[in-house]
T-cell receptor, first 117, second 114 residues
């Protein structure tokens, strides 16, 4: 079974600073996708960034970037110039083909990020 | 807000009650999902529907009964729940089950079982 581990239950960062959230995963497959989802307090979960495992280049979306280390099975999220609106739970997720035309999305337990003014 | 809506947003029910959660997506997707989100636990996939057909049931107790009348609507019927079923229930949709790499989530229903 695939597992996704987020070792930091809670983190905080000063506004305008940079923070890195860690994620590791376990798989024996070579083709898969990785995601970071953001769930603000009492708001909907939204996709922040995704990475295809076959791509060596790290994905970037504005202030959000990832450090994808395939050999180490590590997928960290870096948030630059942190803003108060970045306060949220962040979930790392792993998507892999599970057979019969289906994909299985597995989530980590989440990291609660607080941006401090 | 995304194109996935859920009602009600909050629900308190007794263990002998029967209630239903509703999810609607306005994205033209064909796959819909129910997840359970409990504190300090990863999201748990409960059910998957692809083109109105249930394709996955992850060993969910029978007191949870899903229904998908069409690709835009998904229900979760609840009866004789237990206090440990209290959680945030999230609905999500994707283009279809073979293209589920981007799932769009609803705001969730916060369920409390008393």
């Amino acid at each position: 079974a695939q597992t996704v581990t987020q070792s930091q239950p809670e983190m905080s960062v000063q506004e305008a600073e940079t923070v890195t959230l860690s994620c590791t995963y376990d798989t024996s497959e070579s083709n898969y996708y990785l995601f970071w989802y953001k769930q603000p307090p009492s708001r909907q979960m939204i996709l922040v960034i995704r990475q295809e495992a076959y791509k060596q280049q790290n994905a970037t979306e504005n202030r959000f970037s990832v450090n994808f280390q395939k050999a180490a099975k590590s997928f960290s999220l870096k948030i630059s110039d942190s803003q108060l609106g970045d306060t949220a739970m962040y979930f790392c997720a792993f998507l892999q083909y599970s057979g019969a035309g289906s994909y299985q999305l597995t989530f980590g337990k989440g990291t609660k990020l607080s941006v401090i003014p | 807000e995304t194109g996935v809506t859920q009602t009600p947003r909050h629900l308190v029910m007794g263990m002998t009650n029967k209630k239903s959660l509703k999810c609607e997506q306005h994205l033209g997707h064909n796959a819909m999902y129910w997840y359970k989100q409990s504190a300090k636990k990863p999201l748990e996939l409960m059910f998957v529907y692809n083109f109105k057909e249930q394709t996955e049931n992850n060993s969910v107790p029978s007191r949870f009964s899903p229904e998908c009348p069409n690709s835009s609507h998904l229900f979760l019927h609840l009866h004789t729940l237990q206090p440990e079923d209290s959680a945030l229930y999230l609905c999500a949709s994707s283009q279809d089950r073979t293209n589920s790499y981007e799932q769009y989530f609803g705001p969730g229903t916060r369920l409390t079982v008393t």
